[in-house]
């Protein structure tokens, strides 16, 4: 399947009627007052989108399992919370295990009475193991489904009846362009087929709800990200450094969620072609340590 290139974003639409009179382009300028729902959000990407959207004054609902500090990872969703106060926005951290329909139901509820809806989902969370087929425990299959592909429909399924009344209301999803290639199955074929079906609800939800204002959508980095994940599974300050920052991501998807979203949907983006579509393609500032050279991301 061919990755679809985004078009420039500020081609949004100019003019048309939306709610409360505003137009597709003052739509798309802000994510002041925002209620963003972003699972994976007490570190990594998901935090990084989040603290982005909190320079906005956006309403960001943190949803992870670190509730308390981890051994070795830094930052619990009480932490990132602060620092979303810090730079403007509100939060309300949100413990959630996100195999679990309850939980997930919870933290909705608690968004929806804490500001009255929700304006974006952001799947963020993801399990991660790069192991074959006989190396792969059912255990360990079990976990990839349940938090990848299962808890990426749970959370869009339980969202969903609140985005469709929110103004501009946006699906984000990380995972990667949809190619059927055999190389990208054979050497970690369960985790190839968790993420391929985190993407499968993008292409099946930007179908099934096309005749409505949300955007749904998958972003995906173009070099490998500097992330806890990340750094377990490469070790080594060297190819820490072949990294870029959590903020490459975040950047992008802000460009994706201030657009309108009936213009935009169903795209598989990539964080560079992104960011390239608005004419930013200097992007050393997001490397770890700039002029070494990166690490292709999977997928890609």
């Known amino acids: 399947m061919q990755r679809r290139r985004p078009a420039r974003l500020e081609t949004a639409a100019r003019g048309r009627s939306e709610p409360h009179g505003k137009t597709g382009e003052e739509i798309r300028m ?37 509730a308390k500090p981890h051994p070795t990872l830094p930052g619990t969703i009480f932490s990132a919370a602060e620092e979303i106060v810090g730079l403007g926005g509100k939060a309300i951290p949100c413990p959630t295990d996100i195999r ?32 074959g087929t006989l190396q792969t425990t059912m255990k360990r299959f079990d976990l990839l489904y349940q938090v990848n592909t299962r808890g990426t429909f749970l959370c869009s399924r339980t969202c969903l009846p609140h985005l469709l009344r929110a103004e501009n209301p946006h699906i984000l999803t990380l995972s990667p362009p949809l190619n059927l290639d055999s190389k990208w199955f054979a050497p970690h074929l369960p985790y190839t087929l968790s993420k391929y079906g985190m993407s499968l609800c993008t292409l099946g939800l930007a179908a099934e709800f096309k005749e409505t204002k ?21 070790g080594g300050d060297r190819a820490w450094s072949a990294c870029r920052t959590p903020e490459i991501m975040a950047d992008a998807a802000y ?27 200097d992007l050393g500032r997001y490397g770890v340590s700039p002029g070494t050279e990166l690490i292709p991301d999977l997928f890609i």
């Open 30 to 66: 802000s994510l002041k007052g925002k209620t963003l729902w972003i699972t994976g959000a007490s570190r990594g990407i998901g935090k990084a989108i989040a603290l982005r959207a909190a320079r906005d004054g956006a309403n960001i609902v943190l949803v992870a399992k670190t």
């Open 100 to 131: 679990f329909e309850d939980q997930v139901l919870q933290a909705v509820e608690k968004a929806v009475e804490t500001f009255g809806g929700i304006d974006i989902l952001v799947n963020n969370a993801s399990a991660l193991s790069l192991e």
């Open 214 to 234: 949300i955007g749904v959508n998958s972003l995906w980095p173009k070099t490998a990200i500097a992330t806890a994940a990340v750094a377990k599974l490469l």
């Open 255 to 281: 460009r994706i969620l201030i657009r309108a979203g009936r213009e935009c949907t169903g795209n598989f983006f990539v964080d560079e072609e992104v960011l390239a579509a608005d004419g930013i393609v």
